[in-house]
């Protein structure tokens, strides 16, 4: 197979199954994320963390409901415009850089990762998504 013309949308096509919104971990939500969901669903900023969120040390993780699920998940995610920079960003992560294994391990619960790449093309590919994703100014 020829790999040199491979793009980040070779590598991953989103199945909108909504296996990544669920199982342990949680969604880091920055002080941006919080002010654009809850606005988006209309609800109080100061109540939000409490309302929606469950603390991971020191950091607020969206929280999930009995199903395990993201509590933003209904079947589809019900705050996409303003989903966290977490979601925005998968699979395209900076671990994966650090280490490709992290592509594979990811991909074991998430049928839209593809894992016959070489391991030189998921780096190039994450890194020019993360570059497009947040351009150096």
């Not at 589809?76 to 920079?85: E, Q, S």
């Not at 391991?119 to 590919?125: G, M, P």
Request: charged letters at 20%.
């Amino acid at each position: 197979m020829q790999y040199s013309n491979i793009t980040p949308a070779d590598i991953f096509n989103c199945q909108k199954c909504g296996d990544c919104c669920r199982g342990y971990g949680g969604t880091f939500v920055t002080k941006e994320d919080i002010k654009n969901i809850a606005r988006y669903i209309h609800a109080d900023l100061q109540s939000f963390v409490t309302e929606y969120c469950q603390m991971s040390g020191s950091r607020p993780v969206l929280a999930q409901g009995q199903n395990g699920y993201c509590v933003f998940w209904d079947g589809v995610c019900t705050i996409h415009p303003v989903k966290p920079r977490m979601c925005s960003c998968w699979p395209f992560i900076d671990s994966v850089l650090v280490d490709v294994e992290n592509w594979h391990i990811m991909a074991a619960s998430c049928p839209g990762i593809r894992t016959d790449i070489p391991a030189d093309i998921i780096k190039a590919c994450v890194q020019e998504e993360l570059d497009n994703m947040h351009p150096k100014s």
